[in-house]
Structures are given as C-alpha cells and as structure tokens.
C-alpha cells in the first residue's frame, strides 16, 4: 500500500514556528502533488497548501507570508514551515499525495493526522 505518515505536530505558543514533514513510502510510480489540509473544531476541512512536482505552491489566503511548504530535491518527503502561528491555526493537519502506481492509475492517499495547537 501507498502510505504518507505526518510528524513535527505539537504545541506552541503564538507567534511561534513548527515544521511538519510527510514521508510517503510504498510503490509509487510517480507523485504529481502534494498538500496539507486542516480541520478545526467545528470548521470544515480545508486544503492549507500545496506543491506541485514542478515545485509550484499555492496557499490559502489566511496563511500566506506565513506558511511556506517545500519538497525535497531526489524525493517526494514535503514540508510544512508554519512561522508566526495564531490560535486559529490550531487544528490536525493532514497531508496528501496525489500519485499514480503505474503511468496510467492515478490515486490520493492521506496521513494520519498531526495535532498542532498554538496557545498561550
């Protein structure tokens, strides 16, 4: 099986940074991309950020200048570096992979989850 497994999760106070990281492993073919989603108590799921093979990202609107995520150069492990952190960013954060097994079965595969909560 394809897994990606989170860490780096943890508390902090705010304005304070963490770094996650997420592993993929098992029989990947390819990754074409790779994110962080959130959920909040009481809030929906929403996709933080992205990365694209070609080393595109994107963010959403409430963690830019912040947030910066980033991929290793000879493998697919990706990175989150949350600086200036806020209460509302509390939440578990998972990370995605959108891969394909062979050149022509494309699937997602989702960690865990890693707790990060940002209190005084």
């Known amino acids: 099986q394809v897994q990606v497994v989170e860490s780096g999760g943890g508390l902090v106070q705010p304005g304070g940074s963490l770094r996650l990281s997420c592993a993929p492993s098992?029989?990947?073919?390819?990754?074409?991309?790779m994110g962080w989603y959130r959920q909040a108590p009481g809030k929906q799921r929403e996709l933080v950020a992205h990365i694209t093979s070609g080393g595109v990202a994107n963010y959403v609107d409430s963690v830019k200048g912040r947030f910066t995520i980033s991929r290793e150069d000879d493998s697919n492990t990706v990175y989150l570096q949350m600086n200036s952190l806020k209460p509302e960013d509390t939440a578990v954060y998972y990370c995605t992979a959108d891969f394909y097994i062979d050149s022509y079965s494309p699937s997602t595969a989702w960690g865990q989850g890693t707790q990060v909560t940002v209190s005084s």
């Open positions: 098992g029989n990947i073919f390819s990754i074409a991309t």
